[in-house]
């Protein structure tokens, strides 16, 4: 039995993993899928103190209160900061890093190093009456849609659990500076559908911090891909911490 804790990205809650956590569960694993601080259940603590920090401790907590060990992190879009920065708190209950269309920082590097389009939201808010909170990404035209969700249904359902994210969280620096992090696998997931403009993805290393080949895989959809191939993406995740 493996242990998958699951972190959702900006905008979003720990209800965006209805349709993939159960998979994994039927497989026989344990797996979590808290909301950060700032969302779903903790909607009320958002305010323009929480930023990165913030998340990266509700994961290392959750960890420590729950004496997990051997955790397949994963982290979609802005939480592939979160999870590095994590991972770099405790390596040694990690045993795989698995960023899922993920922001994959340096140390020291912002959301906006790692995603440089994300200046906009914050430039935009800034000019706002709360400059600390940024709103969700509108819907698009298909293929676009809602973070790549284009059925009526699930657009609704996830336009549901949107709520604005703080400026901090792009802010602050991840943290990379523990040597034991280099050890820890790391696999990628790519949703390869439509791509919003200005989005770009970082080139994956052809060789992993602890000096193994990379490990990267695609999905044929857009950015939400725990909501649009739920199956597919539970089958890569337990293939990839295999």
Known sequence: M???????GAWHDGRCWDRTAPLLEAAGHRVFRPSLTGYGDTAH???????????????????????????ILVGHSYAGLV????????PERVAHLVYLDAMVPE??????????????????????DTPWRIPPLPELPPPLGLFGVTDPADAAW?????????VLCL???ARLDNPALRQVPRAHVHCVGATPEGIVRRPVPAVQPNGTPARVR????????????????SELLLDLAG
């Open 2 to 8: 493996s242990t998958y804790l699951l972190v959702h």
């Open 45 to 71: 603590l958002l305010g323009p103190e929480v930023g990165l920090d913030t998340h990266v401790e509700d994961v290392v907590r959750l960890i420590k209160d729950e004496d997990l060990t051997d955790v």
């Open 83 to 90: 999870i590095s920065s994590a991972a770099n708190e405790v």
């Open 107 to 128: 140390h020291g590097e912002t959301a906006v190093d790692a995603q440089p389009v994300t200046q906009r939201l914050i430039d935009a808010a800034a000019s706002s």
């Open 158 to 166: 996830l336009r549901g659990m949107l709520s604005d994210h703080p």
């Open 171 to 173: 802010r602050q620096p």
């Open 218 to 233: 695609e999905l044929p959809t857009g950015h939400d891909c725990m909501i649009t191939m739920p199956a597919e993406l």
